[in-house]
């Protein structure tokens, strides 16, 4: 069993939308703020009547407010914290399925606090570092870099996972 799945089995699951678009300067990555104001990928519980894939993107739409193409398989799982140590429960840790998506539309979303925003990936990753610990801040870094590689590696085309979703171009695109 690879360290992932191990990962995944132990600990309760979540499931994280990597909200991915092309631009002219590159690959740029969306974030939302958590309610404890960290910038975070937009990720939630896995709902039992959807797909993983599927409720990732079902979170890109609500705290987002994006559609696009969802791989159908995740590319990595990264550990996660939720809570703090002095409110009960505590600190948790979850394990994080990651999906990409590519984002091809864009509205309001449904959680009004999230602002969602478009980073590089240095920026995004230096988003994702501030205010966590280091165990955590290097999981997401990670998940930054495996998207990069894996969509760089895709040259236009989707991985062999398979894409589900709607793949058709909103003309509002997003400003950063």
């Known amino acids: 069993m690879s360290a992932s799945c191990q990962l995944s089995s132990k600990l309760p699951c ?3 939308a990597v909200c991915y678009r092309r ?3 590159g690959i740029e990555f969306l974030l939302v703020n958590t309610d404890r104001g960290k910038w975070t990928f937009p990720k939630g519980s896995i709902e039992p009547h959807l797909s993983h ?3 990732a993107a079902s979170e890109a739409r609500e705290e987002a407010g994006v559609a696009g193409i969802i791989d159908r398989a995740h590319f990595h799982v990264y550990l996660h914290a939720k809570g703090v140590f002095w409110k009960k429960p505590g600190v948790r840790e ?3 399925k990651a999906f990409l998506m590519e984002v091809h539309q864009v509205g309001r979303p449904e959680e009004p606090l ?3 925003t478009w980073f590089s990936p240095e920026q995004a990753k230096t988003a994702l570092r501030q205010r966590r610990e280091i165990k955590y801040s290097k999981e997401l870094c990670m998940v930054v870099e495996l998207a990069m590689r ?4 895709r040259t236009g085309r989707h991985s062999d996972s398979g894409p589900i979703g709607r793949s058709h171009r909103n003309p509002h695109r997003p400003q950063s």
């Open 14 to 16: 979540q499931v994280a």
């Open 23 to 25: 631009s002219a300067s």
């Open 53 to 55: 894939s599927e409720a």
């Open 94 to 96: 979850l394990a994080v």
């Open 114 to 116: 999230r602002n969602p």
């Open 150 to 153: 894996e969509i760089l590696g």
